[in-house]
């Protein structure tokens, strides 16, 4: 019951930021956008390495490796595999002026845009997973709070994100019920992940710690490749900033404190 609730958290935060759309005008404002945008971002960082770099290192140390072994090959590949999916995957993101992957027109404007999202949401899935896989695996150091921390530190950065994705659909005319509704099926990417994460890792506990920075780096890959870049264009960048240093202290605090 626990291994669930812990993988449906992050799912629940997308839900509610996408009710947003119930609430506020057609469109966020740009500066609550670059507020929520930086954010986001500070959670997923602090997360990448408090809760899976440094438990990386930590495990593979345990397990008498080289330590930085398994946290530099884990990453590497978290990030390569983002950007295989990018460059695959035909998608759109909410403010960008044309599609990104294989170009093709049998893909509507919106679903590419649940693209986008969807895709976006795995390494967050995943990471959940793994920590909470870790957690059950004797000797890696994670404990099932610390799994929890991690859990409730990405349904905070969800909330924003599933504001961000409905309301932007409904700019474009999507309307409201519909645009919910995408938002939310965005997120359901992020329990399915994690849990076919945690049915591999329970098999394979030895790559651990090549999981757990895969996770980093697939989430880092995402940072830098859109919430890092969309929070600092135009107007009141400096607000996404001062978002980014909350977010990044909320998530430290949350997986020090209850790790």
């Known amino acids: 019951m626990s291994e669930l609730i812990t993988l449906v ?49 930590s ?3 345990a397990q008498a490796k080289v330590a930085w072994v398994p946290a530099t090959v884990g990453f590497l590949a978290g990030v390569a595999f983002l950007l295989v999916l990018d460059d695959v995957i035909p998608h759109l ?4 002026d044309s599609p990104e992957g294989i170009r093709t027109n049998k893909v509507s404007k919106n679903a590419k845009m649940f693209f986008a999202v969807t ?6 899935g995943m990471a959940v997973g793994v920590a909470f896989a870790g957690a059950m695996a004797s000797g890696s150091g994670i404990s099932a709070t610390a799994a929890m921390a991690l859990s409730i530190g990405i349904a905070i950065q969800n909330f ?3 504001a961000i994705i409905s309301m932007p659909l409904r700019g474009e005319g999507m309307g409201r019920s519909k645009a919910f509704l995408f ?3 965005s997120g359901a990417v992020e329990p399915l992940a994690g849990f076919i994460t945690i049915l591999f890792v329970a098999k394979l506990t030895a790559i651990l710690p090549y999981l757990l920075a895969f996770a980093a780096g697939a989430m880092l890959y995402v940072v830098v490749d859109e919430l890092i870049p969309e929070s600092q264009e135009g107007k009141h960048s400096n607000m996404a900033i001062v978002a980014f240093a909350i977010g990044f202290a909320v998530m430290m605090v949350l997986d020090v404190a209850l790790g």
């Open 183 to 185: 938002g939310t099926l």
């Open 93 to 96: 993101h909410a403010y960008a």
């Open 9 to 57: 958290i992050p799912f629940l935060g997308t839900t509610l930021g996408s009710a947003m759309v119930f609430l506020l005008r057609n469109r966020i404002s740009g500066r609550t956008e670059k507020v929520l945008l930086g954010f986001a971002a500070g959670v997923m960082v602090a997360a990448s390495v408090w809760s899976l770099l440094i438990p990386s290192i």
């Open 59 to 61: 495990m593979a140390e």
């Open 119 to 124: 895709l976006h949401n795995i390494p967050e």
């Open 160 to 162: 924003p994100e599933g």
